[in-house]
């Protein structure tokens, strides 16, 4: 089966500026997640979807981050305006918890550099 | 929120070494990963594990979740083994799972 795809692999950015960024999880995988990893460190749940739903967006910044996951099946996350800190690799995943698949699968991710 | 420790937080081994890495957690989980990120950043899903003992190839992982702990057990390393290794917990089977700070490994040849 297809892996998780994610674009841009990288991306620079002036501060104050706007990115977006695609992920496109495996087929049928109703679960959908977006991580935020800051160098040297583990990984950090941004948001999670179930189908185009939010379950959890807890540690969303949502006065500068925002996502969507129209028709439960490709997520954007984009920000705006960004800042130094959001530099990280933004990691998406998805699972399959109904169909017994609780592990998840990343995709490559994509690193963001904010100058 | 449940605590995760990992344990080394850096490993250095010559190839063909054996290795322990191990992961605490502070709360019940059903969901237990353990996940490797190699040097390009790639992170691959080894083992879903919140219960009992799982095997592949030279990879094997056991979980007693009673004790709140899990390891992950690397024999006859190779340099390709290298990277990071991450332990990520949740307390349902379909819920968030949350990452420790990770076992830095470094095989040398």
């Known amino acids: 089966e297809a892996g998780v795809a994610q674009s841009p692999r990288y991306k620079i950015i002036e501060k104050r500026q706007s990115v977006a960024f695609w992920c496109n999880p495996i087929s049928g995988h109703a679960t959908l997640y977006w991580y935020q990893q800051i160098l040297g460190q583990g990984p950090k749940l941004l948001i999670q979807?179930?189908?185009?739903?939010?379950?959890?967006d807890s540690q969303l910044p949502k006065d500068r981050f925002s996502a969507e996951r129209l028709k439960g099946v490709d997520s954007t996350l984009k920000i705006q305006p960004a800042k130094l800190e959001d530099s990280a690799v933004y990691l998406c995943?998805?699972?399959?918890?109904?169909?017994?698949?609780?592990?998840?699968?990343f995709g490559s991710g994509t690193r963001l550099t904010v100058v | 929120g449940i605590q995760v420790e990992q344990s080394p937080p850096d490993l250095i081994l010559q190839e063909g070494a054996n290795s322990t890495l191990r992961c605490n957690f502070s709360?019940?989980?059903?969901?237990l990963q353990w996940f490797h990120q190699n040097p390009w950043g790639q992170l691959i899903n080894l083992f879903y594990?919140?219960?009992g003992t799982k095997q592949n190839g030279r990879l094997s992982a056991t979980t007693v979740a009673t004790e709140r702990y899990s390891l992950l057990y690397i024999s006859s390393s190779q340099t390709t083994d290298s990277g990071v290794y991450f332990c990520a917990v949740g307390r349902g089977r379909d819920d968030k799972i949350i990452f420790g700070k990770g076992t830095r490994l470094h095989i040398l040849p």
């Open positions: 979807f179930q189908n185009n739903g939010v379950v959890d």
């Open positions: 594990i919140p219960s």
């Open positions: 995943a998805s699972s399959s918890p109904g169909q017994g698949n609780y592990g998840y699968t």
């Open positions: 709360d019940s989980v059903n969901n």
